[in-house]
């Protein structure tokens, strides 16, 4: 497991996503993870979402992918980044599912991890957005921290490591967040 993360910091410390067969060699050796990491974001959507683990990791791909900036500092970075544009890919599906010109009748896609359950949430996709937009407006390195514990799964070490704070810091800023998104989403 140790051996993994070492490659795929190698990997993406010389990536250069212009070069089609090294985006290729990056998905090969970090699908499995992206099919988890979808996989839990998709744990909770309602019965019948059309949209499965797979697509989700290859949409999320092809936006990262189709970049000329991309670059990640290592495989924390890498996945929070991935995390990110799962939650936009996400968003974007729930936002077209709900267009009037598409028949409206629009169904709450809610999400369910681990996470969610910790802090009291389980909100509908375009709410957690929404308040996620006010979050950032407010304080960005929250609405980062949100991102990373929440849709990229990383420890709170993990996510400290990314933001460049201390484990102290994070958890109390970690702890903020939580209850600005339970009272801006009406969970009290």
């Known amino acids: 497991m140790q051996e993994h993360r070492r490659l795929v910091t190698a990997i993406l410390r010389q990536l250069d996503l212009s070069d089609p067969k090294q985006a290729q060699q990056l998905l090969s050796v970090v699908y ?4 988890q990491l979808a996989g839990s974001q998709l744990r909770g959507e309602r ?21 000329d900036v991309a670059t990640f500092e290592g495989r924390a970075h890498f ?22 010109k598409r028949g409206g009748g629009w169904e709450r896609v809610t999400l369910d991890t ?17 308040a996620l937009e006010k979050l950032s ?22 996510a ?19 209850l600005w998104l339970q009272r801006e989403l009406g969970g009290g």
């Not at 996945?79 to 009037?100: E, K, S």
């Not at 681990?114 to 929404?130: K, M, Y």
């Open 32 to 35: 499995d993870e992206l099919r």
């Open 47 to 67: 019965v019948g979402h059309t949209l499965q683990p797979t697509a989700l990791v290859h949409e999320a791909y092809l936006r990262l992918v189709d970049t």
């Open 79 to 100: 996945f929070g980044t991935a995390a990110r544009a799962m939650r936009q890919v996400l968003v974007d599906h729930a936002r077209r599912r709900n267009a009037d």
């Open 114 to 130: 681990g996470l969610a359950e910790d802090a009291g949430l389980s909100p509908d996709i375009l709410d957690l957005h929404g």
């Open 137 to 158: 407006a407010h304080d960005a390195t929250l609405a980062r921290l949100v991102e990373l514990r929440f849709f990229a799964g990383l420890t709170l070490d993990e």
């Open 160 to 178: 400290a490591d990314i933001l460049g704070v201390s484990r102290r810091k994070a958890a109390r800023d970690w702890s903020v967040a939580r």
